[in-house]
């Protein structure tokens, strides 16, 4: 399986997307990371894997 690697901006928060195939239309498979925003806080990690 081949991944790619891209930039995302949602409300402002940068990070990166990681796709299975680069389509998520096929695959609805995704992790999304961003550093955190603010002083404390954690790195924000988002998984989407139902349908990988």
């Given at each position: 399986v081949d991944f790619k690697v891209t930039d995302y901006n949602v409300s402002g928060r940068e990070g990166l997307r990681i796709r299975?195939?680069?389509?998520y239309a096929a695959n609805k498979c995704e992790i999304r990371y961003s550093q955190p925003v603010a002083a404390g806080e954690l790195p924000l990690v988002e998984v989407e894997i139902d349908e990988c």
């Open positions: 299975p195939n680069a389509d």
